[in-house]
């Protein structure tokens, strides 16, 4: 079973203000840019799952009760680095602010920054983070446009296997 190394006493777990019916992880308190949200250790799989992170080609962790309450925006206020030892089959996953958020605000991150698909419950469903730059669908990083991939990988958001290839 997985192991919290980091869990932000600021964070809590309460209603999306996104998805109504969903819940989220919210601030507490106002959070400074780089301010770490949680640090998760497990053992990686190759199971892709509806809250999983992949941190490796091939390789997937859940983050924990209090990491799968993170959910998607096109304009994310945070971002997930993930290490993964494929000698250990150990993972951590680090979500840590890009952006200064608001007391009360949802913590979000861009599912497209870490997965290269994501699962076909979640392929292709409508958005609703509601952003000015909102791309209409939930889809991992192959199923953007050339344009969208650039702009990601640009921003520096990017999980390290995250490449361009040719279709």
Known sequence: MGNYL???KNVRISDSLLVVGEKALVANEDLPKNTIVFLYEDSATDQRTRTSIQVAENKHIEPGEFGEFANHSCSPNSQIIANYDDSTNI????????????????????YATTETTVTADLL???CLCKSQN???KIV?????SLK????LLS?????????ITED
């Open 155 to 163: 921003k520096d958001l990017t999980a390290n296997y995250m490449q």
């Open 6 to 8: 980091i869990k932000n």
């Open 124 to 126: 292709n469903k409508k």
């Open 91 to 110: 993972a951590e996953v680090l979500m840590i602010t890009v952006l200064p958020i608001k007391k009360g605000e949802e913590i979000t991150f861009d």
């Open 140 to 144: 991992g990083f192959n199923g953007l």
């Open 148 to 151: 969208e991939k650039m702009l």
């Open 134 to 136: 909102c791309r209409g």
